[in-house]
């Protein structure tokens, strides 16, 4: 889709809170063409996020929600200047994951299933006294190879849910009534100190994932490790600034 094909009127025309446009200083033609310059950051999000939705959603419909996150973010911030693509960012995906959410992109089953097989790890662990390995996991679960990589990218899907939305919602503890410039300033902060409690590896899953919008297997691809290892890894780090960002709230 080219960005003459993409709906963007209806975007302009979708309806927010009052409190979504108290920095609106835009008026719609600009709201538009904006929509139009920023819609490769949208594709770009859509393209990393598609990949674990399990096709819930076509990429039409999963571009449309982006734009209509990208416009909530034009309105907030104001004329965009070289921060406004990453202020951006976590709304545009703040907005799918919500639609995904509410669409149960993952069926109960496959979640309950998850936590069953999670609860199994923690008690092979404690059994050992350490981290098990793998081959240790496969064989006290009964799960196959496809099963396993199966459960760690669900899982570690599951884990970026939970850091999106502190993400998208937490640093909002500090920004109460900043603008959009000074949010992003903020939420730069508080997440430089959280990658710091990171090793090396961790730090750069993250920024591969949120950076890049590299999905975890393009991201297994560049750090030439398997699936499995950067879903342990990537849950790893998420878990660390998850706690960071919880503990700074």
Same mark, same amino acid.
């Given at each position: 889709?080219?960005?003459?094909?993409?709906?963007?009127?209806?975007?302009?025309?979708?309806?927010?809170?009052?409190?979504?446009?108290?920095?609106?200083?835009?008026?719609?033609? !600009?709201?538009? !063409?904006?929509?139009?310059?920023?819609?490769?950051?949208?594709?770009?999000?859509?393209?990393?996020?598609?990949?674990?939705?399990? !096709?819930?959603?076509?990429?039409?419909?999963?571009?449309?929600?982006?734009?209509?996150?990208?416009?909530?973010?034009?309105?907030?911030?104001?004329?965009?200047?070289?921060?406004?693509?990453?202020?951006?960012?976590?709304?545009?995906?703040?907005?799918?994951?919500?639609?995904?959410?509410?669409?149960?992109?993952?069926?109960?089953?496959?979640?309950?299933?998850?936590?069953?097989?999670?609860?199994?790890?923690?008690?092979?662990?404690?059994?050992?006294?350490?981290?098990?390995?793998?081959?240790?996991?496969?064989?006290?679960?009964?799960?196959?190879?496809?099963?396993?990589?199966?459960?760690?990218?669900?899982?570690?899907?599951?884990?970026?849910?939970?850091?999106?939305?502190?993400?998208?919602?937490?640093?909002?503890?500090?920004?109460?009534?900043?603008?959009?410039?000074?949010?992003?300033?903020?939420?730069?902060?508080?997440?430089?100190?959280?990658?710091?409690?990171?090793?090396?590896?961790?730090?750069?899953?993250?920024?591969?994932?949120?950076?890049?919008?590299?999905?975890?297997?393009?991201?297994?691809?560049?750090?030439?490790?398997?699936?499995?290892?950067?879903?342990?890894?990537?849950?790893?780090?998420?878990?660390?600034?998850?706690?960071?960002?919880?503990?700074?709230?």
């Amino acid at each position: 889709m080219n960005a003459s094909a993409i709906n963007t009127s209806a975007a302009i025309d979708y309806e927010y809170p009052a409190s979504a446009a108290t920095n609106q200083t835009l008026a719609p033609a !600009q709201e538009q !063409q904006l929509l139009i310059q920023y819609l490769p950051l949208v594709k770009r999000i859509v393209r990393q996020l598609s990949l674990q939705a399990n !096709q819930v959603m076509d990429r039409d419909d999963m571009e449309q929600i982006g734009l209509m996150g990208l416009l909530e973010s034009l309105r907030r911030y104001g004329e965009p200047d070289e921060n406004f693509a990453g202020f951006a960012k976590l709304r545009i995906r703040g907005a799918i994951l919500d639609e995904l959410r509410r669409q149960d992109w993952r069926p109960r089953q496959v979640r309950q299933q998850t936590h069953k097989i999670r609860d199994a790890i923690r008690q092979l662990s404690r059994q050992l006294g350490r981290v098990p390995q793998d081959a240790e996991v496969m064989t006290f679960t009964g799960l196959s190879e496809k099963e396993y990589h199966a459960f760690l990218q669900a899982d570690a899907c599951e884990a970026i849910e939970s850091l999106d939305e502190l993400l998208l919602n937490g640093p909002e503890t500090f920004t109460d009534g900043s603008s959009g410039l000074e949010e992003r300033e903020i939420t730069e902060r508080i997440l430089a100190q959280a990658l710091a409690t990171l090793s090396d590896r961790e730090r750069l899953v993250l920024m591969l994932y949120y950076q890049q919008e590299l999905s975890l297997k393009e991201i297994a691809l560049v750090l030439e490790l398997t699936d499995a290892r950067v879903c342990q890894l990537s849950k790893q780090a998420i878990q660390k600034a998850s706690r960071f960002l919880r503990d700074v709230q």
